[in-house]
């Protein structure tokens, strides 16, 4: 690492820069620079520990390894099978600590940073204790498995002073960062509609992951598992499918709508939605889960300084036997973006002045001398050359063979660390401006209601007047008819 004067002039200059920028993006952004609680450790790696090191706790480890000068030193896990694998997989020629308490882990003062990869019901209980011991901090998506509970982790991360990157990891691609320079540029005009989908048609894909053999109340902590979930007895597909219950996943929502909204708010730079839909099914799996595993959204994002008011649609279908396509459309009054982790087709169209007669049009149903008098008057007022439209351009971006948008957005993240600055690329506020209109689908579609929403202030709004439910104008009906 550099000398501790060169380090101390680099983050201030990088704080100082970010605190401008944050004043306009992010109302409610952290302090971006804390020197004496942003230390790391004296040999200069950063020394990290996985808390869950299930599929996604591997994959992690594994991409934060690419990066220079990090080390893995512990790992936490409740099932003991994982934390024999991960003794096997990365303690080789080391000594590593592994535990089923994640507390162990906290208290250790050779562990800079902790990665929490379990479920989500303990995300915000792991950050919260992890920043409060002096750990940065990189969470899983999303963020906070409810509504309510963003601000906590917010208020902690604000507090420590610690680095803190939430992991939607695709938003470190080089195609979405070609996308956020196209949209910046005003290359596609100004933005009115965003779809995007991810559809999924087997069983894996459906979260039906494999059951160790040896699963039992030995091998399996199942009452921490539990946590704040309701009490019940020990059930296998509870534990290792547990996506697919809602009181420890987010569902479809929050597992797969939060990368397609993530990927928005990076590229478009906007806040969030105000008002928020969403309807479902449970049409084909039907296992014992009690989320849909058909979801469909709308979104309605007010206009702001970086972007005019768009609809968005997101769609996650695991019954999709059809055709499947999963991209991000981002659709404005000058062509489109199309996208996915690894490359992007922009396509660029732009009407013409004139509108144009003839055709499917009225044109040939007036009169003769009426048809004569409209293309006197059309001439006039259109010159040739505002009938033309400019021809349509495409164009193609493929990220380089080894881009990798995992390993990059841990390098954000340890970057970061090292420079002692609290500004990631999905720091918790980003976080959880993506993770509330997700998690408030779930939310609309539980209590089949559309909710409001206060992108800035990052609160839930209970307007009685604006409700457009079929009941509440019924009441209203009700009551004028009274009067
Ligand atoms: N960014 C991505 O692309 C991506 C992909 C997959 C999963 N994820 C996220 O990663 C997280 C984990 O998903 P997964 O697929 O790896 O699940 P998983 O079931 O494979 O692994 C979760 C692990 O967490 C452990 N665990 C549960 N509670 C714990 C606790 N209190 N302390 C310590 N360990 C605990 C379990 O024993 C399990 O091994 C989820 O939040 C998920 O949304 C992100």
Redesign the pocket.
Same mark, same amino acid.
Do not use: C
């Given at each position: 690492m550099q000398s501790n004067r060169r380090t101390f002039i680099k983050s201030l200059s990088a704080a100082s820069a970010l605190v401008a920028t944050e004043s306009i993006a992010k109302p409610f952004g952290a302090p971006a620079y804390i020197p004496d609680l942003m230390k790391i450790s004296p040999n200069d790696k950063i020394r990290f520990a996985t808390? /869950?090191? /299930?599929?996604? #706790?591997?994959?992690?480890t594994q991409s934060a390894l690419r990066n220079p000068d990090v080390e893995l030193v512990g790992c936490? =896990?409740?099932?003991s099978g &994982?934390l024999e694998h991960a003794k096997t997989a990365y303690g080789k020629d080391k000594d590593l600590f592994i535990t &089923? @308490?994640?507390r162990e882990i906290l208290a250790r003062p050779d562990v800079d940073a902790v990665l929490i990869?379990?479920? =989500?019901h303990?995300?915000d209980?792991?950050t919260i204790a992890a920043l409060k011991a002096g750990k940065h901090v990189y969470c899983?998506?999303?963020m906070v498995q409810h509504l309510n509970e963003g601000k906590a982790v917010i208020e902690a991360w604000k507090k420590s002073g610690k680095t803190m990157q939430v /992991? $939607?990891? +695709?938003i470190s691609s080089a195609a979405f960062k070609e996308a956020k320079r196209l949209v910046e540029a005003g290359d596609i005009g100004q933005i009115n509609y965003i779809e995007s989908n991810n559809d999924r048609f087997n069983a894996i894909g459906a979260w039906n992951?494999s059951i160790p053999t040896d699963a039992s109340t030995q091998t399996? =902590?199942w009452d +921490? *598992?539990l #946590?704040d979930a309701p009490k019940r007895p020990f059930d296998e597909k509870r *534990? *290792?499918?547990? +996506?697919n219950y809602k009181d420890y #996943?987010?569902g479809v929502a #929050? @597992?797969l709508f939060?990368?397609l909204i993530t990927g928005v708010h990076f590229v478009t730079n906007t806040l969030g939605p105000t008002r928020i839909y969403s309807s479902g099914n449970l049409a084909y799996w039907k296992d014992g889960r009690d989320v849909p595993d058909i979801m469909a959204c709308i979104m309605d994002y007010p206009k702001t300084d970086q972007h005019e008011a768009f609809q968005m649609v997101l769609r996650v279908n695991f019954a999709n036997a059809g055709k499947i396509n999963d991209v991000t459309r981002i659709i404005g009054n000058e062509g489109q973006i199309e996208f996915s982790e690894n490359n992007l087709i922009m396509t660029k169209k732009k009407l013409p002045v004139a509108p144009g007669y003839g055709g499917y049009d009225s044109f040939f149903t007036f009169t003769e001398p009426v048809q004569q008098e409209f293309t006197k008057k059309y001439d006039a007022q259109y010159p040739p050359d505002t009938r033309k439209s400019e021809p349509v351009k495409e164009v193609r971006f493929e990220a380089p063979k080894n881009d990798d948008p $995992?390993a990059k957005h841990f390098a954000d993240f340890f970057d970061n660390v090292r420079r002692g600055s609290q500004g990631t690329v999905e720091d918790p506020v980003f976080g959880f401006r993506a993770a509330a209109p997700v998690l408030a689908c779930n939310e609309s579609y539980f209590e089949q209601k559309v909710v409001h929403w206060d992108p800035i202030t990052m609160t839930q709004q209970h307007p009685t007047t604006k409700s457009t439910s079929a009941e509440t104008v019924a009441k209203k009906k009700s009551a004028k008819k009274k009067t």
């Open positions: 808390i /869950g090191m /299930g599929i996604q #706790g591997n994959f992690d936490a =896990d409740l099932y &994982r &089923r @308490d994640y990869v379990t479920p =989500d303990w995300h209980h792991i899983e998506k999303p /992991g $939607s990891q +695709r992951y399996v =902590d +921490r *598992f #946590g *534990f *290792f499918r547990w +996506r #996943g987010t #929050g @597992d939060i990368h $995992s």
